[in-house]
């Protein structure tokens, strides 16, 4: 007995965990610094160093980066920033031991930062972590079996998802920026943030294609100690290897930037008016083959009495990749700022997922879209502010591949954001939010493992009817028959004048034992 079988690798992924926690820290200015008198912007990002499973927790440590704007209060007023780190360390309680590797699904940080006195600062994180697990199985399913005892043989279509490759990769990207003839000279960086926008990934022939756009908004005083700004978007497209794909298979991708720096460069006139902007974008890779397989579903003999030895098998099948977008536009009265804000300078946003559900056509999101943005107020002493505040938005990602045993994954980014002035204290803010989901069903599979055969009873055999009159059931196919009474299909669409194997309930239709004299 020699037996046909395939491997088929899959991925697979552990339940989502949600955990949050708190940093909150003093922080002592550092002696180069200026006296802090009014904090303006507080940034905080967390940079994950280990992560690690112990018993049923999983550890995670690293640090989180943060970065503060404020007024100076020596003196005249000025801008003025700077940087730290704070350490972390936290437990996460599982139910269940995480099979696989662990790692952050996303994160998010509400970092508030507050003046002690003029040369200690407090920080209160709100840190919101989302992990998950990652693992790899090797299945395999009997596809065939060769025997020297004739041997009829069933087989079942099925579609399923094989994980061609899984993997970690960087593309880095440099950039120079020129600064416009209409802004100053830049003499010191003061703020900076850069952001990925509309980042869109095909597969090639052993490649991953990327093309993509850095928002990139740089706030800084001129050499004369003037304050202004820049805002450019800034295109980059590349490739990352990617042996055995191929355009016609699937993929999910989970990027983060990181390593974001900004230098400040000479032109060839001499002049500070040169942006150099590095950053590496981090990618989790996982590439799939659709198959469609001939899976071996069940086998008799006439004989000798066939024993298969089955196992149940879980697949998977993609149902549907999808890249939605969603438009988000509201109007608010801001009565708190009203008669000050005379333009704004730069608006930032994150998504926070409330609440997603598979309904019909599609499944439904619910969540918030935090806004901050940087505004020039009519002051003249300290003439800059920020202001912060949410929009709940509510949006159905369609999809007619929907089904209650289906697991799904979203990754989501805010792909465009613009914040208009509409009076004294009305704001309204546009937003494009993009959504990919990439969803998948179980697909349960009978695998043959073995097949033992033993002699066929000849006594049970003998008291069996020749010849049956059977009508038939619901449910009911000719091969489950065929098996039943010792024949085959061929024979009982040969005796009944069948021209397919379909029957329908009420069929009357005779049955000869196949090894009776009359056939």
Known sequence: ?????????????????????????????????????????????????????????????????????????EGESRLSSLEGRIPFEEMIYTEQVPEGTPFIKASNIDLTVTTIHSRKLNLKALVELQVSSE????????????????????????????????KKDTYRIKEEVAISGTKENVGTLLWTDVTSRKLDTRLGTDEMLIQGELMLFCFYESLEGKTDWIEQVIPYEGRIECYGAQDNMYHQ?????????????????????????????????????????????????????????????TFEKLLMQNHSKCKVIEQLSLPEIKDSMLQVCHSSGKIQLERTEVVD???????????????????DVIPFDTWQGMVPFSYLLESNETSSDMTYDLTYAVEQLSIGLLGSDEIEIKAVLAFNSFLKQPVLVSNIEEVDFEPVDMEEMERRPGIVGYIVQDGDMLWDLAKRYSTTVEGIMEVNGLESEQVKPGDKILIFKENMSIL
Do not use: W
């Open 135 to 166: 693992g790899m199985d090797d299945l395999e399913v009997t596809t065939d079996i060769l025997s020297d005892a004739p041997v009829y043989k069933r087989y079942a279509a099925k579609q399923m998802l094989r994980m061609l490759t899984s």
């Open 1 to 73: 007995m020699e037996y046909m079988k395939k491997q088929v690798q899959t991925y697979r992924t552990g339940k989502v965990i949600t955990d949050q926690f708190y940093i909150d820290d003093d922080y002592n200015v550092p002696d180069v610094k200026s006296d802090v008198m009014r904090i303006i912007l507080g940034e905080g990002m967390l940079d994950v160093e280990d992560m690690k499973v112990v018993e049923n927790y999983i550890r995670v440590a690293g640090k989180m980066n943060f970065k503060v704007l404020y007024v100076t209060e």
């Open 361 to 379: 056509g599609g499944i439904q999101i619910e969540g918030v879209l935090h806004i901050s943005f940087l505004y020039v107020k009519a002051d």
């Open 253 to 313: 991708i989970y990027p983060e930037l990181a390593d974001v720096n900004i230098d400040v460069r000479m032109d060839e006139d001499g002049e500070m008016r040169l942006l150099g902007v590095e950053a590496t974008l981090e990618l989790r890779l996982i590439v799939y083959e659709e198959e469609n397989e001939d899976v071996l579903e069940d086998v008799y003999s006439l004989e000798k009495t066939c024993i298969p030895r089955i196992t149940e098998e």
